[in-house]
């Protein structure tokens, strides 16, 4: 016998441990979300009385999935849609319930889960939710909360895109490596996302939204553990980079901060060592992406001591690489940034100017902040005071409609 | 399970896109998918000039000229799959040559409950 009390802190510390884990391996097993998790939590509840009377076993993890397997086929017995394909189920459940080869795949299992739920074939604005819900246990309130959708709205769409996973039959596997390419940019595609919605949310009042952010960090951890690629290490090093500077880009009452004006001995010395390393190691790998180069200028302005000392010249060097091998628009403005920082306002200016002339970017308010900036550094404040003004209209989250407001007051 | 491979195009660019396939090379790449055991039908579909749509309302039949809507793109043909999953259905829908001047919709097939 096991006392009750150390027997629920058991179960408690396994499940915030290992029931993403448990649950990623009972959806490859039983082929669909919503009873494996029903499973899952079965096999947790019936743990809570069996291991007072066994004691807690050696393996937990492989007991729950062992018993969230056997509840599982009891659940589809009993099930009144009992049918022909569930019995093939459960004849096929049986059958692995003894297969050795299984131990190997559970270390898998999340990775195949995070390509389930990032699977190009699902609705973009799906994937997201989805993958926050499933991988990381967020509930649907957390994350409509991230997201400034209503509960609902999210729940919807992970119904609709679990529906269309067990319909369509989308495979619950890691991509052979000739698709791998594609398929992995989807899953960094959406942790970069599930990042910048923490990072910046597009609106409301918070600067950052911590709890995403280092779900992000987690997941970009987590591939890179399983699934060690170049650009995997790039995207991680650019979020621990981002992150590094997380304390120092607002202020105590929830400002925005600008990187020139930021307190440096308050950015995460840990972060920035361990994103430059990732740096580093995908850059020699000759094999990296977007996401590195992104990550080294990030490396760049986090070596230099102040704002100053930052080396310009290798920044617009990166940007160089960046719109050579994946142009945009929104990489040429930031080249246009740093333009101006090395050879002045003008030529950045002129820079701006001529993205904004071939009709790109007119909608995204950080070009004409931008815009705004360089004009009052060049002395024409009625130019700077119309561009903050549009800028002013195209933002709607609450700390960046602040600061543009400061700017359009000092202006006068 | 068995995936239906719609191939969209707009007909008028079908087959006068430097892209665009000759009937040998849609030819060749169903008998592939003959070859790997995976295809159940397929066939190109003249152009939707031929179309006729039928519906019966209270028991009456009528007809008219023309495909079910007027879109910009128009059904071309089609590729009737046995698949694996998802993922095996889309690696044949994108070896479709047609797939190069068009689009192909992935659905998968409802087994009707008798």
């Keep these: 016998m096991v006392g009750e009390a150390q027997v629920r802190q058991e179960v408690e510390a396994v499940y915030r441990r290992d029931s993403r884990r448990i649950l990623a391996t009972l959806i490859r097993l039983l082929g669909d979300f919503d009873l494996a998790e029903e499973a899952m939590h079965d096999a947790f509840f019936i743990a809570v009385q069996r291991w007072q009377r066994d004691g807690i076993p050696d393996n937990p993890r492989a007991w729950l999935v062992s018993v969230g397997r056997f509840k599982a086929i009891d659940a589809l017995r009993r099930s009144a849609r009992f049918d022909r394909s569930q019995a093939d189920l459960i004849m ?6 003894d297969d050795p080869g299984e ?31 499933e991988v990381c246990d967020l509930t649907t309130e957390q994350i409509a909360r991230a997201f400034l959708q209503s ?17 369509a039959k989308i495979p619950y596997q890691v991509p052979e490596l000739s698709e791998l390419p594609e398929r992995l940019e989807s899953v960094l595609r959406v942790i970069y996302l599930v990042f910048n919605e923490g990072y910046s949310a597009s609106a409301g009042e918070d600067v950052t939204t911590r709890e995403l952010t280092d779900e992000a960090i987690r997941l970009g951890r987590l591939v890179a553990q399983l699934l060690p690629d170049a650009e995997v290490h790039g995207l991680l090093a650019l979020m ?39 740096v580093q190691q995908a850059l020699r790998s000759r094999d990296f992406g977007p996401y590195t180069v992104q990550a080294a200028i990030a ?38 940034a740093a333009l101006a920082r090395r050879d002045g306002a ?67 | 399970m068995k995936y239906l491979c719609l191939v969209y195009c707009d007909e008028a660019l079908l087959h006068s896109l430097p892209d665009s396939p000759e009937d040998a090379e849609c030819m060749a790449y169903a008998e592939s998918i003959q070859g790997s055991g995976r295809m159940l039908a397929a066939e190109a579909l003249k152009p939707v000039q031929t179309a006729t749509t039928v519906r019966v309302r209270a028991g009456r039949m009528s007809l008219t000229d ?24 889309l690696n044949i829908a ?21």
Excluded: M
Excluded at chain 1, 151 to 167: C, E, G, L, N, S
Excluded at chain 1, 375 to 402: F, I, K, S
């Design chain 1, 240 to 278: 621990l980079l981002q992150a590094s500077r997380q304390r120092a880009r607002s202020t105590a009452d929830g400002e925005l901060v600008l990187l020139d004006e930021q307190d440096r001995s308050l950015w995460d010395r840990g972060q920035i060592d361990e994103g430059s390393q990732l």
């Design chain 1, 346 to 412: 003008q030529v950045g200016l002129q820079a701006v100017e001529a993205i904004l002339q071939r009709g790109e970017l007119g909608d995204y308010h950080l070009a004409h902040a931008a815009r705004a900036e360089l004009h009052r550094q060049l002395g024409n404040l009625d130019q700077a005071r119309d561009a903050w003004q549009q800028a002013l209209t195209l933002t709607r989250q609450g700390p960046e409609r602040r600061h543009i407001e400061r700017r359009l007051r000092e202006l006068g």
């Design chain 2, 66 to 89: 023309g495909p079910f809507a007027e879109t910009k793109e128009q059904l071309a043909g089609f590729y009737l799959v046995d698949a694996r999953d998802l993922n095996e259905a």
């Design chain 1, 151 to 167: 509960p609902a709205t999210i729940a919807q769409r992970i119904v609709r895109a679990k529906a269309k996973i067990r319909d």
């Design chain 1, 103 to 133: 131990q190997t795949l559970l270390a898998d299992d999340r990775l195949r889960l995070i390509f389930t739920c990032c699977h190009p074939a699902l609705a973009s604005d799906a994937q997201v939710p989805l993958t926050l819900r």
């Design chain 1, 92 to 97: 096929l459940l049986e059958r692995e319930a």
């Design chain 2, 94 to 114: 994108k070896g479709i040559p047609a797939a190069r001047v068009g689009s192909v919709e992935v659905r998968p097939v409802r087994e009707l409950q008798p």
């Design chain 1, 299 to 336: 490396a760049v302005h986090a070596e230099a001591p102040c704002a100053e000392a930052t080396d310009w010249d290798e920044i617009i060097g990166l940007y160089d690489v960046l719109q050579r091998h994946w142009p945009s628009a929104v990489v040429e403005l930031n080249r246009a």
